[in-house]
């Protein structure tokens, strides 16, 4: 039941930078709801990964930053290296569902 | 630091009732809400639900006719109920705390539930 829109997968080369975007609507990232992203390794929970659109907790590297404009936010990831390999997912609130919302999730390949 | 447990059966046959448990570990309980997540085989991340120490607790509208999410302060535990699941039901069930800016942090290990006859 994903609302936010995500590509399925990007990729790059060790050390480039990639982006992934993540595109709501007027009842989620466009009501002003921050974006928060996740990463998951395999077999692994759901790691918080930015909060509050720009914020990295404690231990995530500045590789990592998040932007939001408008109804879309985006992910960076600079400096891409083989342990980013993972998928990322965002999530927000939806006032229309009064509860909270994720994106359909990226796969970051690292070639 | 937080920590979350869950458990829970992880084998179910239609129509039977999915419950499970998350403990919570360090940290304050209380003043906080408190998530089940589930992620389907196709990867898919669904908010269930979320309750807080009092018991108040909010749904998403696709799931309200048949979850039921209650909370024990004294154990600092918090438990799902899923009614009359189906195939449909089958993911990765978490547990997670959601932080006053309305992220999720952590999450539990996550629960395989299977529903099949």
């Known amino acids: 039941q994903s609302v936010l829109t995500q590509p399925p997968s990007v990729s790059g080369a060790p050390g480039q930078r990639v982006t992934i975007s993540c595109t709501g609507g007027?009842?989620?990232?466009?009501?002003?709801?921050?974006v928060h992203w996740y990463q998951q390794l395999p077999g692994t929970a759901p790691k918080l990964l930015i909060f509050?659109?720009?914020n990295r907790p404690s231990g995530v590297p500045d590789r990592f930053s998040g932007s939001k404009s408008g109804t879309s936010a985006s992910l960076a990831i600079t400096g891409l290296q083989a342990e980013d390999e993972a998928d990322y997912y965002c999530?927000?609130?939806?006032?229309?569902?009064?509860?909270?919302?994720f994106g359909t999730g990226t796969k970051v390949s690292v070639l | 630091q937080v920590q979350l447990q869950q458990w829970g059966a992880g084998l179910l046959k239609p129509s039977e009732t999915l419950s499970l448990t998350c403990a919570v570990y360090?940290?304050?309980?209380?003043?906080?809400?408190w998530s089940w997540i589930r992620q389907t085989p196709g990867g898919g991340l669904e908010w269930i639900g979320e309750?807080?120490?009092?018991?108040?607790?909010n749904y998403n509208p696709s799931l309200m006719s048949r979850v039921s999410i209650s909370v024990d302060t004294s154990k600092k535990q918090f438990s799902l109920r899923l009614t009359s699941v189906t195939a449909a039901d089958t993911a990765i069930y978490y547990c997670?705390?959601?932080?006053?800016?309305?992220?999720?942090?952590?999450w539990g290990q996550g629960t395989l539930v299977s529903v099949s006859s």
């Open positions: 997670a705390k959601v932080d006053l800016g309305n992220w999720f942090d952590p």
């Open positions: 360090g940290g304050s309980f209380n003043g906080f809400y």
């Open positions: 309750t807080n120490h009092g018991g108040s607790a």
């Open positions: 007027s009842s989620d990232i466009g009501a002003r709801y921050d």
């Open positions: 509050g659109n720009n």
């Open positions: 999530q927000s609130y939806d006032s229309r569902l009064s509860g909270y919302v």
